[in-house]
């Protein structure tokens, strides 16, 4: 399995938008892509008082994720919807092998 990582920054209030977003939109969507194994959406406040969202993506092979991304695959995918809402993003995302998983997935 491969983790998909991408940073992002976003005022409190956007990015609570932006987890309804992913949750209500992102998420069926990558659902629909063969090999992609899940999402998890982490948040961290910052001393400035905006938000740090790291977005681990959980795929079956580097396949799978070229079928998400394209023929770059660490180019960030970021959807308009979510450019709207983040401050700041990763241009390009980076990815990790799974070499041990006790979550179950």
Aim: proline residues 4%; neutral net charge; charged residues 25%.
């Amino acid at each position: 399995m491969i983790v998909r990582r991408f940073t992002a920054r976003a005022s409190a209030e956007n990015a609570k938008a932006y987890y309804t977003f992913f949750h209500g939109t992102l998420a069926p969507q990558l659902r629909n892509i063969p090999g992609h194994r899940g999402a998890l959406v982490l948040s961290r406040e910052t001393r400035r008082g905006d938000v740090r969202i790291t977005v681990l993506t959980f795929w079956e092979s580097m396949d799978a994720i070229t079928r998400f991304a394209g023929d770059k695959p660490a180019r960030a995918v970021v959807e308009p919807e979510a450019r709207a809402l983040l401050d700041e993003f990763d241009g390009d995302v980076t990815h990790h092998a799974v070499e041990v998983n006790t979550l179950g997935f």
